[in-house]
């Protein structure tokens, strides 16, 4: 079946550092990639997205780049703030069906906390 | 645009007796899902509803059931608790035509004592 592997956390960093937490996936069909942030309390919010091999996604200084060859899908942030702190979750979605609903197959989470 | 709203935020329940989540979707949006999301773990897929029907379904028990109205709302039952149902349950939302894009609310932390 389809699955998502993240990089266990937390991930500790100082503010300004460079990010990168690590995703891979299986899959059967042709998966859309996503991460998702959660911050404490709260839902899941859609940090960006990519719906083929080579697509880069990004948002607020956050990028990741679907790389079919190696079924990854790596969160990169140049430089992180204290208000970056949250779970992290790599997903993938496969449309089934004939009217193309999908569900989404999340990994476990990455905390991320940066300190000042 | 009020987003996907849950109800009720917290809900804490005795072992064996059943609950109702209540879930509104975005503006525009006719598909809504379910999710389990146990404490430090990834969202687990429950079901998914469109067009009042369940259209897929994760691997859970039947005591996990749901139902979506004609303005789109939804509910998820469970019945008969168990200690490992304590989770936040989380729904999300998305318009038929962009389906891999979901949008999540706020979810309601469920406790079964």
């Known amino acids: 079946g389809d699955s998502v592997t993240q990089m266990e956390g937390p991930v500790t960093l100082s503010e300004e550092a460079f990010l990168t937490i690590n995703c891979t996936y299986t899959a059967t069909g042709y998966p859309s990639l996503f991460w998702y942030v959660q911050y404490p309390g709260e839902g899941l919010q859609l940090l960006l997205k990519?719906?083929?091999?080579?697509d880069k996604g990004s948002n607020k200084g956050f990028e990741a780049t679907y790389r079919k060859e190696t079924t990854s899908f790596h969160l990169e942030k140049g430089s992180v703030q204290v208000s970056d702190s949250a779970v992290y979750f790599c997903?993938?979605?496969?449309?089934?069906?004939?009217?193309?609903?999908?569900?989404?197959?999340f990994g476990k989470g990455t905390m991320l906390l940066v300190s000042p | 645009d009020a987003g996907v709203t849950q109800s009720p935020t917290h809900l804490i329940k005795t072992r064996g007796q059943q609950v109702t989540l209540r879930c509104s979707p975005k503006?525009?949006?006719?598909?809504v899902s379910w999710y389990q999301q146990a404490l430090g773990q990834g969202p687990q897929f429950i079901f998914q509803y469109y067009e009042e029907e369940e259209r897929q379904r994760g691997n859970f028990p039947d005591r996990f059931s749901g139902h979506q109205f004609p303005n789109y709302s939804s509910e998820l039952n469970v019945n008969a608790l168990l200690l490992g149902d304590s989770a936040l349950y989380l729904c999300?939302?998305?318009?038929?035509?962009?389906?891999?894009?979901?949008?999540f609310g706020q979810g309601t932390r469920l406790t079964v004592v």
């Open positions: 503006s525009g949006h006719d598909t």
């Open positions: 999300a939302s998305s318009p038929l035509d962009r389906n891999t894009e979901a949008f």
């Open positions: 990519a719906t083929k091999a080579d």
């Open positions: 997903a993938l979605s496969v449309a089934a069906g004939l009217s193309g609903y999908s569900t989404l197959t």
